[in-house]
């Protein structure tokens, strides 16, 4: 089956900026989160969405936000883009779980590598 | 609060060698699972084992093989014979069964040259 799917995989902004980045799960997954990966912080936690609902955050800016639609499919939005926002962004999926308990598979894609000049 | 460390950043080798990446972790839960992850330079986590907190057998898949210690708090990853396709990051990581959050070490490259 298809795997976890990431829109752009390159994009380059200017400070000031707004960014969307775009995940579609492996089908039948319905939690999406988010993770940022640079040198410097390596990879953080920025949001886990199940069910249109968000149910984890990490301690990110409101800059970062995001959204879950119906179809599990998942958006990323950072806003007034710093220099510092240039990482790789992984969102990975999984079945989601709710009432049993998380075993933790996660389903990585390949990332969004944002660029902030 | 979670952590996962990986006291070794960089781990360079010749091929056929074997080479063994730390990971160390603190939590306060008792139940959680722990994860080795590879990152080669397509930038994808490609899951490599997960182990759940009361399973402390040592398990072994091909090359890998992975020692979990409770007592010390370890989970160590082992490459035998090592070879030029293993070179990639390698992450440790750690949830907690109730979460959906994953806490990353900081990551090991391994570098194998031929």
């Known amino acids: 089956k298809a795997g976890v799917t990431q829109t752009p995989r390159y994009l380059i902004k200017t400070r000031g900026q707004q960014v969307t980045l775009s995940c579609s799960p492996i089908s039948g997954h319905r939690s999406v989160s988010w993770y940022q990966q640079t040198p410097g912080q390596g990879l953080q936690f920025l949001f886990e969405y199940f069910s249109e609902t968000q149910r984890n955050k990490g301690n990110f800016p409101g800059r970062f936000s995001g959204r879950q639609f119906s179809n599990s499919r998942s958006e990323m939005n950072v806003s007034t883009l710093e220099l510092g926002d240039s990482a790789l962004y992984l969102c990975?999926?999984?079945?989601?779980?709710?009432?049993?308990?998380?075993?933790?598979?996660?389903?990585f894609g390949e990332g969004s590598r944002l660029t902030v000049l | 609060a979670q952590k996962v460390t990986q006291a070794q950043t960089e781990i360079s080798v010749v091929e056929k060698e074997d080479v063994t990446l730390d990971c160390v972790y603190e939590t306060r839960d008792t139940t959680y699972y722990l994860f080795w992850y590879k990152q080669p330079p397509s930038g994808e986590l490609v899951f490599l084992i997960r182990?759940?907190?009361?399973?402390?057998q040592n398990e072994i898949s091909g090359r890998y093989s992975w020692n979990f210690q409770k007592s010390t708090s370890s989970f160590n990853f082992t490459i035998t014979a090592s070879q030029v396709v293993d070179s990639a990051v390698y992450f440790c990581?750690?949830?907690?069964?109730?979460?959906?959050?994953?806490?990353f070490g900081g990551g090991t490259r391994v570098l194998v040259k031929p």
């Open positions: 990975a999926s999984s079945l989601g779980g709710g009432p049993v308990p998380n075993t933790g598979e996660l389903f």
């Open positions: 182990r759940n907190s009361f399973d402390e």
């Open positions: 990581a750690l949830i907690k069964a109730a979460g959906n959050k994953l806490t």
